[in-house]
């Protein structure tokens, strides 16, 4: 799909030129960049602003997806077993509240990401494999009525 002419959009931080990946890279994308300039993206890094830090470890959902940790039945686990479940979810709850705060009804977010993934996820098991289902911030974002597009699927 494209992206639309009107409104404002939440876009994963990562997307319009910030280097906030686990990796601390950015995976810039064009139409990010003129959404910033357009003064119509709402960035959000949730992993970030629920207080990670960047560089870090890649983390993984096991057991679930992101609505089954938004509802507490799964969790957010780093490759160095520690659980990150709470960052997961104080992120999602910023990027929430952005996008109410700007009238944001749809978001286009990182493909794959255990936060911004939208339809498909690393499976938890960190080897690659991947499983259907949102990241925390997709879900969270979904429970509020905001459409939610994976950027890959923006051509
Ligand atoms: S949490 Fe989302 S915005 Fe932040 S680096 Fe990962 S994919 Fe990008």
Redesign the pocket.
């Known amino acids: 799909m494209e992206i639309p002419t009107e409104g404002r959009i939440v876009v994963?931080?990562?997307?319009a030129g910030?280097a906030?990946?686990?990796e601390a890279e950015a995976?810039t994308r064009e139409w990010a960049v003129q959404l910033v300039a357009s003064g119509r993206a709402v960035l959000?890094?949730?992993?970030?602003a629920g207080g990670l830090p960047i560089p870090r470890p890649a983390a993984e959902i096991v057991d679930g997806d992101g609505a089954d940790v938004v509802a507490g039945r799964a969790h957010v686990i780093s490759e160095e077993g520690a659980d990150v479940t709470e960052n997961y979810l104080a992120?999602a709850r910023v990027a929430a509240d952005a996008a109410r705060g700007a009238g944001a009804r749809l978001a286009v977010?990182?493909a794959r990401?255990p936060?911004?993934?939208c339809g498909e996820i690393y499976g938890g098991g960190f080897n690659k494999e991947l499983r259907e289902g949102d990241?925390v911030?997709a879900a969270m974002l979904k429970t509020e009525g905001i459409e939610v597009i994976s950027d890959d699927k923006i051509e």
Do not use: D, F
């Open positions: 994963s931080a990562c997307l910030v906030c990946t686990h995976k959000v890094c949730p992993e970030v992120g977010l990182k990401s936060s911004c993934g990241g911030t």
